[in-house]
């Protein structure tokens, strides 16, 4: 069957935060090797806590539009997005982005960042961003970005125990 992208539905969100764990491991363990182990302690004592936190609160954000990637019933990814009012003039977000590692390497990631645009022109918007790190870890977030025509702006980011 193929994957079907549709909005998030309530009884989604905790394969959703799960789904996210599996998808940004590696990028949790690319941070440790790149940080070291004391500097990635202090920042993310928990990540998979925080990180859960995060997803669900993103995805019951009403100023969010979460859509899901659905493969046979299941959610394999999703794409959250949100209009910017405080932002760039009619601008807009990929706030969050994910696809389960058993799911990716099959276009689903690229499925879900054109359809959060589709959204975000649909409502307006002109200008859209999208953030993610310049670590190894993000590397293939990186090239689905940048095939997808997005112009990175490279920011360095310094962090040192005292």
Do not use: K, N
């Amino acid at each position: 069957m193929a994957v079907v992208i549709r909005d998030l539905e309530d009884t989604d969100v905790a394969e959703v935060v799960a789904l996210s764990l599996r998808a940004w491991e590696p990028v949790f363990d690319s941070f440790g090797s790149v940080l070291g182990p004391a500097v990635y302690r202090q920042l993310y004592p928990d990540w998979r806590s925080a990180q859960a936190a995060a997803v669900e609160r993103v995805c019951r954000d009403p100023a969010m539009r979460v859509r899901v990637a659905d493969d046979d019933g299941r959610p394999v990814g999703f794409v959250a997005v949100v209009v910017r009012e405080d932002g760039e003039p009619e601008g807009g977000e990929v706030e969050m982005l994910a696809v389960d590692p058993a799911a990716q390497r099959r276009g689903t990631g690229r499925a879900l960042l054109d359809d959060g645009i589709e959204r975000l022109r649909e409502a307006g918007v002109r200008l859209v961003a999208i953030g993610t790190g310049g670590d190894p870890g993000h590397g293939p977030a990186r090239r689905t970005y940048e095939a997808a025509g997005f112009t990175a702006l490279p920011l360095v980011r310094y962090y040192r125990l005292v």
